[in-house]
């Protein structure tokens, strides 16, 4: 956070400003602070205000007890409360013979062996790992940490971050995100997660102040640290009152997100109380409740979407078309709403909703390819197959099996096969746009991506095999 700058967060209880504990007559908070107002008092750990009053992060402290740690000067076990990654059920501790016992002495011995003896050393272990990985770790590292080397169950999480850039929904995002021109206020985005869209909200900004919320504290510290650290983060539910004054942003915009919002028409009130006149609302990738798995929830039909908006101007478009002219690199086309029988069909579909006209129109071509901003790197879908003199043969191979049913498109335009020259190789390296690296742009094998996002090792195609476990 820079000094002097407004953070502008009001109490969502009861709508005073915040007051900072670390810097009373300043307009900022610092890195470890406590946020006071009339009502109540809120940590700030790393940097990101956590504006709940349940328990929170993966050691479930209350924030009573965070401010105890950060009024004391403990930073650090602040920050390890909120990260130290939750351990797996008691069962997967334990030994093949005690599975072997009956019900009811099994489930006590094994509760016992797991509390008293191997959950501390996994606690251990795991705070171990996290310190020494923070000088020289990248996003994905953090991922791996949180989400595949301690927690073995949430590998579909896992791959779901990971490979995020370059996947349909991450390019009907961007695509989106390039309406957005020259905003003379905020943006704000509503689940905002680790930060993969948010990066490109920055690009877009022309230098107003980009603000991230999520209900989780993880993701956050990975986009603060890593995927956008120029943004700034607050930990807050986004179907509930929004900690921001009312007109307070141009922009908010949600991608993947939003249908999982258990008040939606709370969360769109939220929404529209602090945009701005003229501003925009872009509910990007909603699923469709008539095409979504059993068993999953708060999904709502295109017509409940578009009843949320009723009386604003807006438009609703299955991401499949929005994805088929960002594949010939164009926008989205607003001029008119997409086809009732079609958006029935598809599992997903976007929609903006906006006081300014000129957003519902055909938008034409991108002046350049938007996953192509960033450091450019070897998609990491595409791994090394072989080589020979001249050249590195790439191979697009999926993590999972899921991950490929959820992402059928990408066949379509990502070849199964490619290649890259040694020279190529210089210069994508040197962040060269040389014809070549161009060609493997528009064709997906080369993406733009945080600096400090994947392993260096992983960068030209050399990804560690136990990532696709």
């Known amino acids: 956070m820079q000094r002097g700058v407004d953070h502008g967060l009001h109490c969502p209880q009861c709508g005073a400003r915040f007051r900072s504990e670390a810097n009373p007559e300043d307009l900022d908070y610092a890195e470890f602070d406590v946020l006071g107002c009339q009502c109540s008092s809120y940590p700030v750990v790393a940097g ?118 370059g996947v349909p929904r991450h390019l009907v995002s961007l695509s989106f995100a390039s309406l957005i021109s020259e905003p003379e206020g905020p943006i704000l985005e509503l689940g905002c997660g680790c930060g993969h869209i948010t990066r490109t909200l920055l690009d877009r900004a022309n230098g107003q102040r980009v603000i991230g919320i999520d209900a989780t504290f993880w993701p956050l510290w990975v986009a603060k640290t890593w995927v956008a650290p120029q943004a700034q983060y607050v930990l807050c539910d986004a179907d509930r009152s929004l900690p921001f004054s009312t007109h307070s942003f141009e922009v908010v915009f949600s991608t993947d997100a939003f249908h999982y919002f258990p008040d939606k028409a709370n969360a769109v009130r939220e929404a529209r109380r602090v945009i701005r006149p003229g501003g925009s609302l872009f ?132 070849s199964e096969q490619a290649q890259i020259s040694y020279a190529g190789l210089s210069d994508l390296e040197a962040g060269r746009r040389t014809p070549e690296i161009e060609s493997l742009i528009g064709r997906f094998v080369v993406l733009g991506m945080p600096e400090r996002y994947l392993p260096t090792g992983r960068r030209t195609g050399h990804l560690a095999s136990s990532t696709r476990a």
């Not at 349940?54 to 950060?70: F, P, R, T």
């Not at 029988?341 to 903006?352: F, G, K, P, W, Y």
Request: aromatic content about 10%; glycine content about 6%; charged content about 25%.
């Open 48 to 165: 990101i205000p956590i504006l709940k009053k349940e328990s929170v992060g993966a050691e479930q402290q209350s924030g009573e007890e965070l401010i105890k740690h950060i009024r004391q000067g403990q930073y650090g076990e602040a920050l390890r409360a909120m990260l130290l990654p939750a351990p797996p059920p008691e069962a997967t501790f334990a030994p093949k013979l005690m599975t072997r016992l009956p019900r009811p002495l099994r489930t006590r011995a094994i509760r016992f062996y797991a509390q008293r003896w191997r959950i501390p050393r996994w606690r251990a272990e795991a705070a171990k790992f996290l310190e020494s990985s923070g000088r020289t770790a990248t996003a994905c590292d953090a991922m791996e940490i949180y989400l595949h080397r301690f927690r073995p169950l949430s590998q579909s999480i896992y791959n779901y971050f990971v490979f995020r850039f």
């Open 283 to 414: 509910l990007v990738s909603l699923n469709n409740a008539a095409l979504a798995p059993s068993g999953t929830n708060y999904r709502l039909t295109p017509e409940g979407y578009e009843r949320l908006v009723a009386d604003m101007p807006h438009c609703l478009v299955t991401d499949a078309d929005v994805l088929e002219r960002y594949l010939r690199k164009q926008g989205p086309a607003l001029g008119q709403d997409g086809d009732p029988l079609r958006l029935a069909q598809e599992l997903r579909a976007s929609l903006v909703a906006s006081q300014n006209q000129a957003m519902f129109r055909d938008h034409g071509t991108f002046s350049s390819w938007p996953h192509a901003r960033g450091t450019l790197q070897i998609n990491p879908l595409y791994l090394e197959k072989g080589k020979n003199a001249t050249s590195i043969a790439l191979e697009r191979r999926f993590p999972s099996d899921s991950f490929a049913t959820d992402h059928p498109e990408c066949k379509d335009y990502m």
